[in-house]
């Protein structure tokens, strides 16, 4: 058992479970909260690949913009509607069904195509290369993200504007 | 670990927040299903970009994290403005377009 094995098997850990309390709880706040946790768990992931800046970004973008967002809009819906969300779930059997076909499928697919391969060396720095080719080789598209960003913000404000 | 231990837990992730969207009947709980998938997404991208040696996939999965984010943020804006029109928050109820 190397560092690697035991982390990978916590982070699966954590990760799963927190994914399931997502979609099984009842609280819809509580639901949120595990997504978060599902969120850092996945960062871990991150770093575990060598992707520091990646799990840095899941972290701040992520578990720190979206779940303030989410939380945010559950707190206005529940003042405009004046009562506790809680949600129901529907087509339990179906969704079951669906889910885990779609996994078998899947499980079945990563069994056949022969991807068991060992995890190669890497030499370079990952997080100077990505930074140096985000300014050089993908600078359009890193300029678009940030114009795509402000619109998103810009409509969102607007869709969720205060009443006249 | 191998790649595919990677991508087995990605699609482990998907699965149950796929199992999310078909099940929950709340916009927002759908929302935080669809964030689950997207997230499984991301981990296969940086996986195969790690094993791959390169890191350009890393670059990718940088570039999907930030729209998702004004995704969510668009879709909860959304979220908000069914709330204000009909007070409801089942994605059900939402049947404007009903013929």
Known sequence: MTAEVIGFWTLAVVLVGSALSVVLTKNLFHSVL???????????IFVM??????GAVQVLLYA?????????????????????????????????????????ELISLIRRAGVNIPRPEMTADITKWMGIS???????????????LLAGLLAASYF???EE | MPLSAYLA?????FSIGLFGVITRRNTVGILLGIELMLN???????????????????????????????EVALGLALVILLFRMRRTATADHIDWLKG
């Open chain 1, 34 to 44: 595990w997504l978060a946790a599902a969120l850092v768990g996945t960062a871990g």
């Open chain 1, 49 to 54: 690949l060598d992707a520091e800046f990646l």
């Open chain 2, 40 to 70: 499984a997404v991301n981990i296969n991208f940086v996986a195969f970009s790690r094993f791959h040696g390169t890191a350009v996939g890393m670059i990718f999965t940088l570039f999907a994290i930030c729209i998702t984010v004004a």
């Open chain 2, 9 to 13: 837990l990605a699609a482990l992730v």
């Open chain 1, 160 to 162: 969720a504007r205060p």
């Open chain 1, 64 to 104: 720190g913009g979206v779940i303030t967002v989410v939380v945010f809009a559950i707190v206005v819906t529940e003042r405009l509607v004046g009562e506790r969300l809680t949600q129901t779930s529907r087509r339990l059997l179906a969704g079951t069904v669906v889910a885990a076909g779609v996994l078998a």
């Open chain 1, 134 to 148: 985000l300014l050089t080789q993908f600078l359009l598209p890193f300029e678009l993200l940030a114009v795509l």
